[in-house]
């Protein structure tokens, strides 16, 4: 089973790419952040004549997460447990049915910039980084419970996190952003801690793998990047693991998304 996680950027903008990556690559499941549509104008036909079912969990302009698959796809589940009043559409899950069921998924993390910080050095209330670090204590919660189920299962998806200094072409530069700072970094570690394998490192160490490069200032052609798209696996999931690239070339392409698809392949 091949799943891929892809923050497409808005599917009006990138239909056509997204539809040719899909043809070429073949994915199983694709994980789509950034839809950037509510759900009844999202173009589930064009997904659907490829022999796609199609989920979503949009929000108009902004964020929206989508499920893809050629399997079944069961208890569709929408929004991040832990607070009735986010609006924000940053989380879908299913399970998807192959010669094993695997709980999928797919979430678009908070960016949590501007950094807003109170004099102590804590974040500010009711701030963008406030935000993403109390979104990411739901996620573990949530990852918590994955673990407890026991069944296969996996969360993947634009993280917006750099884990560590060699998943960027300049760390020097991210040293105050909200994707680098070291709170949300060990937030994210405390969740990877709990017993969960990032496909990615799991197969490919060392730096110069990135899968987002900014649209400004040539960051493509200088190989600015940084690797912020990722799967992270419970253990009987890490055990079904064969493989994970990141498809690095889609970046260079007519109108690209900033990020670039990230795939594992499973023996389920």
Same mark, same amino acid.
């Given at each position: 089973m091949k799943i891929a996680t892809f923050n497409i950027n808005g599917i009006k903008a990138r239909v056509k790419a997204l539809g040719d990556w899909l043809d070429e690559a073949q994915p199983d499941v694709a994980l789509l952040q950034e839809i950037k549509s509510v759900d009844e104008n999202f173009p589930r036909e064009l997904f659907e004549e490829r022999g796609y079912n199609v989920e979503t969990h949009g929000q108009k302009s902004f964020n929206g997460v989508a499920i893809l698959s050629k399997l079944p796809l069961e208890d569709v589940a929408r929004g991040l447990p832990g607070d009735d009043s986010d609006e924000q559409a940053r989380w879908i899950e299913a399970t998807v049915v192959g010669k094993t069921a695997i709980r999928l998924c797919g979430l678009y993390l908070p960016n949590g910039n501007p950094v807003e910080l109170n004099a102590d050095g804590t974040p500010v209330e009711g701030g963008k980084y406030a935000y993403k670090l109390g979104w990411m204590k739901r996620l573990k919660a949530r990852a918590e419970q994955l673990l407890a189920d026991e069944m296969p299962a996996l969360m993947a998806g634009d993280y917006n996190i750099i884990p560590q200094e060699e998943d960027a072409k300049r760390p020097e530069v991210w040293r105050e952003d909200a994707l680098f700072r070291p709170e949300s970094r060990a937030a994210y570690r405390e969740i990877l801690n709990l017993g969960f394998t990032e496909a990615f490192r799991a197969r490919t160490q060392g730096p110069g793998h990135y899968?987002? +490069?900014?649209?400004? %200032?040539? %960051? +493509?052609?200088?190989? #600015?990047g940084i690797r912020i798209d990722h799967f992270l696996l419970t253990p009987q999931c890490a055990d079904l693991l064969r493989d994970c690239q990141i498809d690095r070339g889609i970046r260079g392409r007519e109108k690209p998304s #900033?990020? /670039?698809?990230? +795939? /594992?392949?499973?023996? %389920?």
């Open positions: 899968s987002f +490069w900014d649209y400004q %200032a040539g %960051a +493509w052609n200088k190989d #600015d #900033d990020h /670039v698809p990230v +795939w /594992v392949e499973l023996d %389920a």
